[in-house]
């Protein structure tokens, strides 16, 4: 039998920023990951402090951002390397009202620290109306991320590479495991869950593309009109996600792939070759608020799901209040609580 403190079921954004929760107070742990892309792998990595088609924030944005500047100094640390890419957001305007819009906004107290007012115009695509700076917004490097923290798992006999069987769970123990506590972060797996399969997380579909570019640009801005247009390499960019909220197969919807590639001829007209297309399933809550929580029975099962549209902030900032919660009692905010459903 092998000790551990923790199994964490997943391998997405609510993993490993709980994993590294795991690692920062030397807790042991063993991580199961099914080896499929999760939403997470094919997630457009960006860091926004705004809701870019209305001009506002949202809940806690200030904090979590703060809160992800500090997790990715503390990972440097073990991986060597800061997955954050400070390059900010330009909004492509899509006409004068959005532009007087965003003036407006830079005056009120909330918005002033991300909207910049001095707007430029830039070469190559089609900007007639100019282009906006959201401060303090970046990108994580999202296949830098996964990739190393895969390897620290392995290299520290962390990583359980096979899908996690539930009919094999008892109350401390899986297979050869002992274990205090389990932390469920499957994404929409959790429908397979018997432990947590009725959560309300519903399932919302997205699709990027990546694009070889004929013209590229003097800059390194991740642009957006209707989505996000940035660089991976020197060769190919990265164009996405779109939303649908139907249910889906697990397959390419060639009506999205054609979707993204009029949205991106909409602003760049120079020739692009699509090289690759993906998918995934963003785990959405009604409410916008992740679900954290404990089984009724089992109360050293856990949930950490819900992470919807914005899996870095969301999920690196909860992490640490799902640790807490086990760990030192902290009660949980009732906005993320599992136990909202309960009323
Ligand atoms: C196209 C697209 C673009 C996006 N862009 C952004 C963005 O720019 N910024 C942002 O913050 N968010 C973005 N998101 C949202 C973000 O990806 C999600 O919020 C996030 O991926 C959810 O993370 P998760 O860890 O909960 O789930 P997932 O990433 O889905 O990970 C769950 C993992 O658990 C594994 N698993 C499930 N069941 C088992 C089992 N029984 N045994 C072993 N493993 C199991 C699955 O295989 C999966 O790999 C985007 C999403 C999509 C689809």
């Not at 297309?277 to 856990?302: C, Q, S």
Request: net charge negative.
């Amino acid at each position: 039998m092998k000790n551990v403190d923790y199994i964490i079921v997943g391998d997405g954004y609510a993993a490993l920023f709980f994993a590294h929760q795991l690692i920062q107070n030397r807790k042991s742990f063993a991580i199961f990951s099914e080896g499929r892309k999760s939403a997470s792998q094919v997630s457009a990595g960006i860091i926004n402090p705004l809701v870019l088609k209305k001009f506002t924030t949202f809940w806690l944005a200030k904090e979590q951002i703060d809160f992800l500047h500090e997790t990715l100094n503390e990972i440097e640390k073990y991986t060597g390397t800061n997955y954050l890419i400070e390059e900010n957001i330009r909004r492509i305007f899509h006409d004068e009202q959005e532009k007087a819009l965003w003036l407006s906004k830079c005056e009120t107290e909330e918005l002033k620290p991300f909207l910049n007012p001095d707007f430029e115009t830039l070469e190559t695509i089609r900007n007639p109306y100019g282009t906006g700076s959201v401060n303090k917004s970046a990108r994580l490097n999202v296949d830098g991320f996964f990739r190393d923290f895969m390897s620290y798992f392995k290299e520290n006999g962390l990583l359980v590479e096979e899908k996690f069987d539930y009919s094999l769970l008892t109350e401390n123990a899986y297979k050869d495991f002992q274990f205090k506590n389990i932390v469920f972060c499957e994404g929409m797996g959790v429908k397979g869950n018997p432990y947590f399969s009725q959560i309300p997380v519903i399932p919302n579909k997205g699709h990027h593309i990546k694009v070889k570019l004929s013209e590229r640009f003097t800059h390194q801005y991740t642009l957006k009109k209707k989505h996000f247009l940035f660089p991976l390499n020197d060769e190919i960019h990265y164009y996405g996600g779109t939303y649908d909220p139907n249910e889906r197969p697990e397959e390419i919807d060639d009506f999205k792939t054609e979707e993204l590639i009029t949205g991106l001829s909409e602003f760049y007209p120079p020739e692009f070759q699509v090289e690759e297309v993906n998918f995934g399933f963003r785990p959405t809550v009604k409410d916008r608020r992740p679900i954290l929580g404990n089984h009724a029975e089992h109360k050293n099962f856990y949930v950490y799901n819900g992470l919807g549209a914005r899996g870095i902030l969301n999920g690196c900032y909860f992490s640490k209040e799902l640790y807490d919660h086990i760990e030192n009692g902290k009660s949980l905010m009732p906005e993320v609580d599992l136990k909202r459903y309960n009323k």
